[in-house]
């Protein structure tokens, strides 16, 4: 393993995120305070508890999650594609590092980040709301895994998409409504029994479940569950990404 390689990679990866700290870092911070002004006062005027949990309490595991998936892919999506964009993949791909220290640096660059961002969240939500972390070793766990498996995923996407609006695409399409959907902002015990159903067919709601067990101690699904469905999809994107270096697809082209 060349671990110069690795962090050679890595802290250019790090180095970005620091020389836009007003996207990357500023603009979620803002966004997540109107996410509380809006759900938190809007709708917790309504909906005072869920599950005996005050409202605005209640929905800082999910804009957490919001922010860890969508930022997880973004990074890592944005931080191969461009290589791709400007011609210089060919450089790295010819270059003494295999590919799975590519992964190494590239997928530990973006979780990082989003790691970072996330207790960012944490830290601004608790100037809104009294916050209680019952597992905080699984909260940091869920942290992390949940990174890594995101981040794989935009490396997918970024080695995928043949332009920025791709790159865009599955994101803002998909990630973001399925997150919503997922019992984010709502307990899925809310819903009449057919749509909470279909619900479990949202791969989102065992990361949001499973999240917002480590800080309160109660779920939607059981837990051994969400573990499961978040190391599954770890597990699929890891297979993809070792299939993609194995037959270069999109890298030679």
């Known amino acids: 393993m060349n671990w110069r390689a690795v962090w050679a990679i890595y802290r250019m990866e790090m180095a970005r995120a620091f020389r836009t700290v007003l996207q990357s870092i500023v603009s979620p911070v803002i966004s997540t305070s109107l996410y509380f002004v809006v759900f938190g006062a809007a709708i917790g005027s309504r909906i005072t508890e869920i599950d005996g949990i005050s409202y605005g309490a209640f929905i800082v595991p999910g804009l957490i999650m919001l922010t860890l998936l969508t930022q997880s892919i973004s990074n890592a999506s944005f931080a191969i594609y461009f290589p791709k ?22 997928v530990g660059g973006a ?14 939500a608790a100037l809104f ?13 869920f942290l992390v895994l949940t990174a890594v498996t995101f981040s794989l995923f935009g490396f997918i996407i970024g080695i995928w998409a043949k332009s920025f609006e791709q790159l865009q695409l599955v994101p803002l ?20 029994g057919i749509w909470r159903t279909v619900t479990l067919f949202n791969p989102v709601v065992y990361l949001v479940s499973g999240f ?22 770890l597990l699929i ?9 194995r037959t270069g697809y999109r890298l030679r082209n």
């Open 237 to 245: 994107c890891i297979a993809i990404v070792a299939w993609i270096f």
């Open 173 to 192: 399409l998909i990630v973001t409504p399925l997150t919503f959907l997922g019992g984010s902002f709502y307990s899925i015990n809310m819903l009449p």
């Open 129 to 141: 709301v009294p916050l209680r972390i019952e597992h905080p070793l699984w909260m940091l766990a």
């Open 85 to 106: 964009f400007v011609g210089s993949i060919y450089e790295l791909l010819s270059a003494p590092v295999s590919y799975l220290e590519i992964v190494i640096a590239y």
């Open 111 to 124: 979780a990082t980040k989003s790691i970072v961002l996330g207790l960012i969240i944490l830290a601004t």
């Open 212 to 233: 917002r067990w480590s800080f309160y101690g109660k779920s939607d699904v059981s837990i051994g569950i969400s573990l499961a469905m978040t190391v599954v999809f």
